[in-house]
């Protein structure tokens, strides 16, 4: 007998990346701050290793009444005008004609797991990349679904063969396909796909649409750092107009990044498909689940979503440019002295992470194990390791993938 539902599973979550926070922080204690590298952090930190929270943000927040603060929001899909503005924010630049909604939810990790519960059934099976943030499996996990993985890359291109064999493994069990894409830039790997990797990727879901209803999970969790401008940034989404009407899009957004308000958690899921049906179907479910589920998100996180992107947006843009910036040096600094030094990575474009590459996971445990002998704290992930130059001082990335690139070398 337990007090737990029958299909819990007991075994306790064990947050790996938090453990190497930890000991990394230990490190740096004995050792002091100069000795230690702390790749592991996966925010915004400035040159001073401080973390980074936007003057332009905050100082606003800061000076929201406090009634508003305390007060819930309009209503539990979210204030319609942080609504409005998400869907402005997002789509900025592009031209779609789609029918479209937007739900509030609890940062991006909220409108991602609400999109698996909305699209999938219990003992369905959802399609995930093999290199990807972990809590995409948890989540489906814990909803009792399960999971197929496709390979990120051919070569130094996304790698759709390999999608389009997971969707095969799955179509035939299923009426509903749900795919999980984390782009532009890609957590781990920095990757972002290209105009015509989107459009041949559109045309793979549209030929699986004649068969089985099609739903692609973007997470565009650190769009707003990419290397292009806005408008170049978001220029991919107007390929989904392209979509055939078996097709439907969420969009999930996380003002954790675009705002460096990791902790003040605010997102949104938006809706994209042909039919207005379609979506306010899935706007309905969502509604509930919100209610059933969180309830509120925080008032005071969308009023200041709102002012940030319309009229503080000058100066928040500005603001931000510089950490965009600072972080292209930091991971060109890094990529070209990984080139010199022969040491391995996943192809990468842009964003707040890079990957070295260690297919063989027993390599990759040693690689690990051994950088922290070190003094050098990093992420394992699936067939590699993620460097967080997010967060890296540009002192500390000079010379580090040399650094790394030896140790490779002893392990293997």
Same mark, same amino acid.
């Given at each position: 007998?337990?007090?737990?539902?029958?299909?819990?599973?007991?075994?306790?979550?064990?947050?790996?990346?938090?453990?190497?926070?930890?000991?990394?922080?230990?490190?740096?204690?004995?050792?002091?701050?100069?000795?230690?590298?702390?790749?592991?952090?996966? =925010?915004? %930190?400035?040159?001073?290793?401080?973390?980074?929270? %936007?003057?332009?943000?905050?100082?606003?927040?800061?000076?929201?009444?406090? !009634?508003?603060?305390?007060?819930?929001?309009?209503?539990?899909?979210?204030?319609?005008?942080? !609504?409005?503005?998400?869907?402005?924010?997002?789509?900025?630049?592009?031209?779609?004609?789609?029918?479209?909604?937007?739900?509030?939810?609890?940062?991006?990790?909220?409108?991602?797991?609400?999109?698996?519960?909305?699209?999938?059934?219990? #003992?369905?099976?959802?399609?995930?990349?093999?290199?990807?943030?972990?809590?995409?499996?948890?989540?489906?996990?814990?909803?009792?679904?399960?999971?197929?993985?496709?390979?990120?890359?051919?070569?130094?291109?996304?790698?759709?063969?390999?999608?389009?064999?997971?969707?095969?493994?799955?179509?035939?069990?299923?009426?509903?396909?749900?795919?999980?894409? @984390?782009?532009?830039?890609?957590?781990?790997?920095?990757?972002?796909?290209?105009?015509?990797?989107?459009?041949?990727?559109?045309?793979?879901? @549209?030929?699986?649409?004649?068969?089985?209803?099609?739903?692609?999970?973007?997470?565009?969790?650190?769009?707003?750092?990419?290397?292009?401008?806005?408008?170049?940034?978001?220029? %991919?989404? @107007?390929?989904?107009?392209?979509?055939?009407?078996?097709?439907?899009?969420?969009?999930?957004?996380?003002? =954790?990044?675009?705002?460096?308000?990791?902790?003040?958690?605010?997102?949104?899921?938006?809706?994209?498909?042909? @039919?207005?049906?379609?979506?306010?179907?899935?706007?309905?479910?969502?509604?509930?689940?919100?209610?059933?589920?969180?309830?509120?998100?925080?008032?005071?996180?969308?009023?200041?979503?709102?002012?940030?992107?319309?009229?503080?947006?000058?100066?928040?843009?500005?603001?931000?440019?510089?950490?965009?910036?600072?972080?292209?040096? !930091? =991971?060109?600094?890094?990529?070209?002295?990984?080139?010199?030094? #022969?040491?391995?990575?996943?192809?990468?474009?842009?964003?707040?992470?890079?990957?070295?590459?260690?297919?063989?996971?027993?390599?990759?445990?040693?690689?690990?194990?051994?950088?922290?002998?070190?003094?050098?704290?990093?992420?394992?992930?699936?067939?590699?390791?993620?460097?967080?130059?997010?967060?890296?001082?540009?002192?500390?990335?000079?010379?580090?993938?040399?650094?790394?690139?030896?140790?490779?070398?002893?392990?293997?």
């Amino acid at each position: 007998m337990s007090f737990t539902r029958k299909s819990a599973d007991l075994t306790p979550i064990v947050d790996t990346v938090f453990a190497i926070v930890e000991k990394a922080k230990e490190d740096k204690k004995i050792n002091g701050d100069d000795a230690v590298i702390d790749a592991t952090i996966g =925010s915004l %930190y400035d040159e001073s290793a401080q973390l980074v929270a %936007y003057d332009t943000v905050f100082d606003h927040y800061d000076a929201i009444d406090h !009634r508003s603060k305390a007060a819930y929001a309009v209503s539990f899909t979210g204030n319609p005008d942080f !609504r409005r503005e998400v869907y402005d924010w997002v789509t900025y630049g592009t031209k779609l004609n789609l029918a479209h909604s937007v739900i509030a939810t609890p940062g991006g990790s909220g409108a991602v797991s609400i999109g698996f519960t909305t699209f999938l059934d219990e #003992g369905e099976t959802a399609i995930l990349p093999e290199i990807a943030w972990g809590s995409y499996k948890l989540m489906v996990h814990e909803n009792n679904m399960k999971a197929v993985f496709y390979k990120n890359f051919d070569g130094d291109h996304f790698n759709l063969p390999s999608l389009k064999e997971a969707i095969d493994s799955v179509k035939d069990r299923q009426d509903r396909i749900v795919i999980v894409l @984390n782009d532009p830039c890609q957590n781990p790997t920095g990757y972002t796909l290209s105009h015509a990797e989107w459009k041949e990727l559109i045309a793979c879901l @549209n030929e699986v649409s004649k068969t089985n209803h099609v739903i692609l999970i973007n997470d565009i969790a650190y769009f707003d750092y990419a290397y292009e401008s806005m408008e170049e940034a978001r220029s %991919y989404m @107007n390929y989904f107009n392209d979509i055939s009407e078996n097709v439907m899009i969420e969009v999930c957004f996380s003002c =954790s990044k675009t705002l460096t308000s990791y902790g003040l958690r605010c997102g949104a899921a938006l809706v994209l498909a042909k @039919n207005q049906k379609d979506v306010r179907e899935v706007e309905i479910i969502m509604e509930k689940k919100a209610r059933a589920t969180w309830s509120n998100i925080p008032n005071a996180a969308m009023k200041n979503f709102v002012w940030a992107v319309t009229d503080g947006r000058d100066l928040f843009l500005k603001e931000k440019a510089e950490y965009v910036a600072l972080i292209r040096e !930091r =991971s060109s600094l890094f990529l070209k002295e990984a080139d010199e030094a #022969g040491l391995p990575y996943y192809p990468y474009k842009e964003g707040f992470f890079v990957t070295i590459k260690v297919e063989d996971n027993k390599v990759r445990d040693a690689f690990h194990n051994a950088l922290m002998a070190h003094h050098i704290y990093t992420v394992e992930v699936n067939h590699g390791i993620r460097v967080a130059v997010c967060s890296l001082p540009l002192k500390k990335v000079k010379g580090l993938a040399a650094k790394m690139k030896q140790i490779l070398d002893s392990v293997q």
